[in-house]
């Protein structure tokens, strides 16, 4: 076959970019078009595209063509020969020049994405939290009050700040707990109070970034918090270290699966969690414990001491350990104590 036949890619008639959904436009919704000669070459650029149907300007005027699937991209050039009216303006598709010439320029925000999503790769792949004063001074503690302030320490931590800032928004977060986390309170060194308005407006208005040269750029300090934030779009997991009172340390690892609930009265229930603890009791030593909560908040628990002793000394009190936790208002659907071994 003749070398151009075999460039010839299709034949594209075109309609016009039209608010209405005329049978047969007004001449003037195609005058970009009306001073092409048949045989004559043009050039069109791909606006948008939408499957087979794509909108090209050709001649400074928008229209819609019909192209070969997944041969054009927004930004192609498209090489075209004008072939008539029949009845409406008809070209041949005779190449098509990618968009990869066009220099581009990442803005300063993205620049810093960019950069801190290197750091990222850089990190342990869970992100956590590092709490530097025990959550409480007594031994033991009360187990409500570890609970309000372990709740307390990840929600102060920043990960979640844009959430609870779009919370206090809508009236469902008092601002007060708001300023508590890191990205409030660096904003409120950078920000006075504007004249005539609380410190609080001026906090709302304002994202967590100092300024140069007139453009937005992340304050060292906040560059850690704001990687994990990207790091905790990635993974649906979340780890806490610290003491839970003095000398008892404790590692909390918590994940989130969204996967879909098994019954359609759940549909609206919040997704299942799963949590992994890992601590050094007195009497017990160290223990691993697994508990996972489901849609409709049942828990199903499972416990691994190190030490085979504390393995028959938990399942010996079973039954009472399940006996307290249904008293503190648990649903417990399995509680296991496993050897060590079986994690």
Same mark, same amino acid.
């Given at each position: ?17 039209a ?20 045989g ?17 300007l050709?001649?400074?005027q ?13 930004g ?13 303006p ?35 792949a ?41 919370g206090?928004?809508? !009236? &469902?977060?008092p =601002? $007060? ?6 990205? +409030? *309170?660096?904003?409120?060194? @950078?920000?006075? #109070? ?19 040269? !007139? &453009?937005?750029? =992340? $304050? ?6 704001? +990687? *994990?934030?990207?790091?905790? @779009?990635?993974? #649906? ?23 879909a ?64 936790l ?18």
């Amino acid at each position: 076959m003749h070398p151009l036949v075999d460039a010839i890619a299709a034949i594209l008639p075109v309609r016009p970019v039209a608010t209405g959904a005329e049978r047969h436009p007004p001449p003037d919704l195609l005058s970009g078009l009306a001073a092409l000669q048949v045989g004559q070459s043009v050039r069109g650029r791909v606006l948008a595209v939408s499957g087979h149907a794509a909108t090209v300007l050709v001649n400074d005027q928008p229209v819609h063509m019909e192209l070969p699937p997944g041969r054009a991209m927004v930004g192609d050039s498209l090489k075209l020969v004008y072939t008539g009216t029949h009845p409406n303006p008809t070209f041949l598709l005779t190449g098509i020049d990618p968009r990869g010439q066009v220099p581009t320029r990442l803005s300063p925000a993205a620049l810093a994405i960019e950069d801190l999503l290197r750091d990222v790769a850089k990190r342990p792949a869970t992100p956590a939290i590092d709490t530097p004063h025990p959550l409480a001074e007594e031994t033991p503690p009360l187990p409500a009050l570890v609970a309000i302030r372990l709740q307390t320490a990840i929600a102060r931590s920043g990960l979640f700040y844009e959430s609870h800032l779009a919370g206090w928004v809508r !009236g &469902e977060r008092p =601002l $007060a707990s708001v300023r508590q986390e890191p990205q +409030a *309170q660096h904003v409120a060194t @950078l920000l006075p #109070p504007l004249p005539g308005y609380a410190d609080d407006t001026a906090l709302a208005g304002k994202p967590p970034v100092g300024a140069a040269d !007139g &453009e937005p750029v =992340l $304050a060292p300090e906040l560059r850690p918090l704001v +990687a *994990q934030q990207l790091q905790l @779009l990635e993974t #649906p997991a979340l780890a806490w270290r610290g003491e839970v009172w003095p000398g008892q340390t404790m590692e909390w690892q918590i994940t989130r699966h969204d996967d879909a609930p098994p019954h359609p009265a759940d549909a609206a229930a919040p997704a299942r969690l799963s949590t992994r603890m890992r601590l050094e009791l007195p009497n017990l030593g160290p223990v691993t414990i697994f508990l996972d909560m489901d849609a409709r908040t049942r828990f199903a628990i499972r416990v691994v001491p190190d030490d085979a002793a504390a393995a028959n000394r938990l399942r010996a009190g079973q039954d009472d350990i399940a006996g307290r936790l249904a008293g503190a208002g648990c649903t417990l659907t399995a509680l296991q104590v496993d050897d060590h071994g079986c994690t």
